[in-house]
């Protein structure tokens, strides 16, 4: 058994830096701030059996920003802490939830937001959606996390390779309709699309302009933006990279 762990290690390592060499975190913790920020490559993370408990859950938007950027590092660099999944959580979970963000990603089965984040059982309320599209129901889903239980950060997690938006890209060209309610995605994603670019270009400019414009429609509802405006929430746009699991802010 030691004798199999230990080049298992090795390479988990050599990983791990090969990692923190091609894209480190950039920019503050503070809302203004460009991207998404982690603590410092020295923190050691917590034993993974340590619940973070209600009272040390973020409760600021800044807060809550920090906390994902810090899971978002550990995701990557193979540290994962695997919080608030201990016996005492669950249990302490049947009496109520306090998430603390409201993620609204794709569906895509490679960008699990509570394991992206590094978050464990009642820390995320997530809504999944093909290419972020929002209707109704996405809507009244994110409402009720910000309005019902005072969730103070909405984030839209967009990410590379995003099937959905090369769809509707390929149907906008083609011009051709999708099978079914596939039609219904690229419609709402088509507006975004950026034709001052071609090929691969195209679809990837889409992927970010599309994460601004379901950003700004969310942050444009009346309930959403009264509390904006008094500090008590924020909407910012994020994208995840497959290559190296980085995730930052789009602005």
Known sequence: MNSEDTPLRSIRRAF?????LRGGFAGAVAL????LAAAPASAAPSPASAPRGTAARPTTAAE????????NRRWRTFRERHPDETPAVRQSLTKG???????????DSRVPPELVFDQGLGDLMTVRTAGEVLDEAVLGSIAYGVLELGIPLVVVLGHQSCGAVKAAVQADLSGEPLP??????ADQIAPTIDRTQDGD??????????IRAVRSRLA????????????????????????????HRIV
């Open 97 to 107: 939830q306090h998430p603390f963000a409201v993620v609204l990603g794709c569906i």
């Open 201 to 210: 270009a195209r679809i990837d400019a889409t992927i970010d302009a599309n």
């Open 64 to 71: 809550a920003l920090k906390e994902l950027a810090a899971g």
């Open 16 to 20: 791990a830096r090969r990692s923190l």
């Open 32 to 35: 203004g701030g460009a991207g």
């Open 220 to 247: 444009g509802e009346p309930d959403l933006a009264e509390r904006i405006a008094t500090g008590k929430l924020a909407v910012v746009g994020a994208r995840y990279e497959l290559t190296n699991q980085l995730v």
């Open 180 to 185: 079914a309610h596939i039609q219904y995605l």
